[in-house]
């Protein structure tokens, strides 16, 4: 189901269940009752977890948006290293310059396409990519220069490919969510909570009254899908992209 789709039915569903439980609930109204005698106390803690259940979604949308951040600049940080390599080897002979740029769109390949969705349905890196990066390192290290231009070469392509590697580890660490489960369960709680006390305000069922209260639970279900969609950095709609691998070898792509 499209993301769009599973964001749109539960912004409809949170204003159904509030605008149903408001017409319920005034139909089996005392006939006496008077919504506008809310007592002070009500109001006043109503105001308050309102403010608190606001501070608590803001500061989870800043961090799984960091998170999504970090996961795109360990991306980024991984396809420059890459890339420094297969232009810094230049200066070796032709066939271990061959071999070692092989290596690298290689492993490129491989990263942008069956690893990127090995991450996005499993939430993890492969076999198979963790092997073709070794078998760079042992290309690159394993090579022993043989003229003073060739050694002043040799330290800096042995640096970027441990820069690679830990590029390589961060994204391994961000590909699953970034929420813990108590977190969650803390988010929706405090929703339901937040959207509870609509009720004990003892709103009217005049349309105005019925559209703010459907507007404001469509708002925190909107915000609870952004949280959502952060979560996993490179498995879902607003997801880290493999385009810095893409820019910088653009014959992949192809």
Request: include cysteine; proline fraction near 4%.
């Amino acid at each position: 189901m499209p993301e769009w789709l599973v964001l749109t039915l539960a912004m409809l569903a949170a204003c159904a269940v509030v605008v149903i439980i408001t017409l319920v609930r005034h139909r089996r109204a005392a006939e006496d009752e008077d919504p506008s005698e809310t007592p002070d106390v009500i109001e006043y803690m109503t105001m308050w977890i309102g403010v608190v259940y606001a501070i608590v979604l803001g500061l989870a949308i800043a961090g799984v948006w960091e998170g999504r951040s970090a996961a795109q600049e360990n991306v980024r940080a991984e396809a420059v290293a890459l890339h420094e390599i297969s232009e810094r080897v230049r200066v070796y002979p032709a066939e271990i310059r061959d071999r070692i740029r092989d290596d690298v769109n290689a492993y490129v390949g491989h990263v942008v396409t069956t690893e990127w969705r090995t991450m996005a349905d499993h939430g993890r890196l492969t076999d198979e990519g963790t092997e073709l990066l070794d078998r760079l390192r042992r290309d690159v290290t394993d090579y022993e220069p043989r003229t003073d231009f060739e050694a002043q070469a040799y330290q800096p392509l042995v640096d970027q490919v441990a820069a690679a590697d830990q590029a390589r580890s961060a994204r391994a660490e961000s590909t699953g969510a970034t929420m813990p489960g108590v977190v969650w369960f803390g988010l929706v709680t405090g929703a339901v909570v937040t959207i509870g006390m609509i009720f004990a305000l003892q709103i009217r069922r005049t349309r105005r009254e019925l559209v703010l209260a459907g507007l404001f639970s469509a708002l925190i279900a909107f915000l609870l899908f952004l949280i959502w969609d952060f979560d996993a950095p490179y498995g879902r709609g607003l997801a880290a992209t493999a385009e810095p691998f893409l820019r910088l070898f653009p014959d992949i792509k192809s």
